[in-house]
């Protein structure tokens, strides 16, 4: 099967234009052969950077660089299932068709013998006199605006001369010839009024672009002006990230991108949350293929200009020790009040927010009479989780609920968290005519709510001298109330699939995909769009862990324990 490495999103009508930027990419490289001493003038990269990171124009809006290691490809066919496989091998055929097979090209045959081991692509920002540009196509498709440049590492230039000049183009199609900064460059027309660009710099890297004007650009920052390299804050964040034979790398210039996306006369994000992108500089990752998935690690980090500052607080990763190993999801941070006060305000003006401040702080009030900030947040500076658990009826018992709910929260000020904790049972009972029920469980405290039809449907307490819980739902004290020796943290699908690189965290993520749709159907969850359902249907488990690595960075780590597709016998 063909490696889509040269799958750059494009046209129609530009099923020739590979070909065509190959065969002149043959005469330009027989000429690097004779310069290959050349090699050495160029800067050294760190290994850990990206191939060509510094051609690609420091403006570029994202950047990839994908394997060219066959085997690696022929195991990202091994995860999901056969309908996933079956809409992923659609689209690389798609994509042989128009660039490679399509063309009489082989990859195999013409670009794997002089390739490096990874191929770099990059979607360069509009020009600026295009103010109603539209920001980078989420469908594949491309906006006449958006400046396409490819970067093919040459690992043998011998080979590359002998392959690449013997491909001919088409009659019907015209080279020009060009220099900008001494560095020769070919060009042809293509149809829809572009200028299909490509040269070889220094032997080591064949560029092809889509606009002239992004092929100076290249060569500006190949040069020393503002590649990717320069971009504040790449040099020194990638390089957390890099992983030995990485399947994948990127990098997304988010305020260029935020830039962009506000001038859309479309925006799909409210100003707000545009506005407060441009705090962030930089997102990128890795990506590994893993016996069990796929791995993820992430970065991010603040523009140098923005005053904000974040928390280095990485006080998380004790919760999972505390709730059952049958559980279904579990979200864990270190601090919910400073979670809820970050979240207060990156949430103002924006209507896509999934909770509204001051929408639940009224509503609190309206029902409990207390004050969300004064009576709650405030004792919970600590620790929490919000776990998802299936219940099971005892004998006897109506089986109501077939999930409960449970909340940990390691409190500050346990006094104040007692009296709030008796402000609701007060409430449940006066207004709601709840009966409230004292018990014991395995020698512990606890207080239920029971519901006017005799049916628990709440309980709290504490399991420890500074741990509260709540649940809501189907009873599951018993499961909680004594740590249980079969928690979560000791399961091995959590060991396996929750990242635990980071000696200190600031919050976790676990997500039991294939039994919470059992629960909750992926139909529910994502009516009329089977591509998300058939990409979660395709994925066992997922697990996330972030930490605060300081004032100025995140780090993320990411996996996803995959299915195996049942190979036919």
Do not use: C
């Not at 063909?2 to 000429?31: E, F, H, N």
């Not at 090699?39 to 950047?63: C, Y």
């Not at 980078?136 to 605006?145: E, P, Y």
């Amino acid at each position: 099967m063909v490696t889509p490495i040269l799958a750059i999103p494009a046209k129609k009508k530009k099923k020739s234009s590979l070909v065509l930027t190959l065969s002149s990419a043959g005469l330009l490289v027989g000429g690097g052969v004779a310069a290959y001493l050349l090699l050495t003038q160029g800067k050294p990269l760190s290994r850990d950077l990206p191939p060509g990171v510094n051609i690609i124009p420091q403006d570029a809006l994202f950047t990839v660089s994908l394997s060219t290691n066959e085997e690696q490809w022929a195991k990202l066919r091994e995860y999901g299932t056969k309908e996933l496989q079956t809409e992923l091998e659609q689209s690389l055929v798609m994509l042989s068709d128009r660039f490679l097979a399509g063309n009489g090209y082989s990859f195999q045959k013409d670009i794997q013998p002089w390739v490096g081991e990874q191929v770099t692509l990059a979607v360069l920002a509009p020009e600026a006199s295009k103010p109603k540009s539209k920001p980078v196509a989420t469908d594949g498709k491309v906006s006449n605006s958006q400046q396409m440049v490819m970067v093919l590492p040459i690992k043998n230039p011998v080979v590359a001369k002998n392959i690449l000049s013997q491909i001919k183009a088409p009659q019907e199609k015209n080279w020009s010839d060009r220099t900008y900064q001494n560095i020769p460059i070919k060009e042809t027309d293509l149809d829809g009024g572009e200028k299909f660009s490509a040269t070889v710099l220094d032997s080591r890297y064949l560029v092809i672009t889509d606009n002239s004007q992004a092929m100076e650009k290249s060569i500006d920052a190949y040069k020393g002006k503002a590649s990717l390299v320069a971009v504040p804050g790449f040099a020194d964040n990638f390089p957390q990230v890099a992983q030995k034979n990485a399947f994948a790398e990127f990098y997304i210039n988010v305020p260029y991108s935020a830039k962009i996306a506000s001038a859309s006369p479309n925006p799909q994000l409210p100003a707000q949350i545009l506005s407060q992108l441009q705090n962030n500089q930089g997102l990128a990752g890795t990506i590994s293929l893993e016996a069990e998935g796929i791995k993820l690690k992430g970065v991010s980090w603040l523009n140098p200009n923005s005053s904000k500052k974040l928390a280095v607080e990485n006080n998380a990763g004790k919760m999972q020790n505390r709730i059952p190993d049958d559980t279904l999801a579990m979200l864990s941070g270190g601090n919910l009040k400073r979670l809820w006060a970050d979240y207060a305000i990156a949430s103002q003006g924006n209507p896509l927010s999934p909770i509204s401040p001051e929408q639940l702080r009224a509503g609190l009030k309206s029902l409990t009479n207390l004050d969300l900030d004064r009576d709650l947040l405030s004792w919970m500076a600590g620790e929490f989780s919000v776990s998802l658990i299936p219940t099971v009826a005892k004998p006897g018992e109506k089986d109501n609920f077939r999930t409960a709910l449970l909340f940990l929260v390691q409190t500050s000020d346990r006094t104040l968290a007692e009296t709030s904790f008796k402000q609701l049972d007060e409430v449940m009972r006066s207004q709601y005519q709840f009966q409230i029920q004292s018990t014991t469980i395995a020698g512990k405290p606890v207080t239920n709510w029971i519901a006017p039809l005799g049916t628990v449907t709440s309980s709290h307490g504490w399991l420890d001298e500074n741990v509260a819980f709540l649940t809501i739902g189907g009873p599951i004290v018993d499961k909680i109330i004594a740590q249980p020796n079969n928690s979560l943290a000791k399961t091995p699908v959590f060991k396996i699939t929750v990242p635990s690189e980071f000696e200190k965290t600031n919050g976790q993520i676990f997500l039991d995909i294939q039994r919470t749709t059992k629960y909750f159907p992926l139909t529910s969850l994502f009516p009329n769009q089977p591509t998300q359902q058939k990409f979660l249907d395709a994925i066992r488990f997922i697990g996330i862990t972030s930490e605060v690595k300081d004032s100025r960075s995140n780090r993320y780590d990411v996996f996803l324990t995959m299915k195996k597709v049942q190979k036919t016998s």
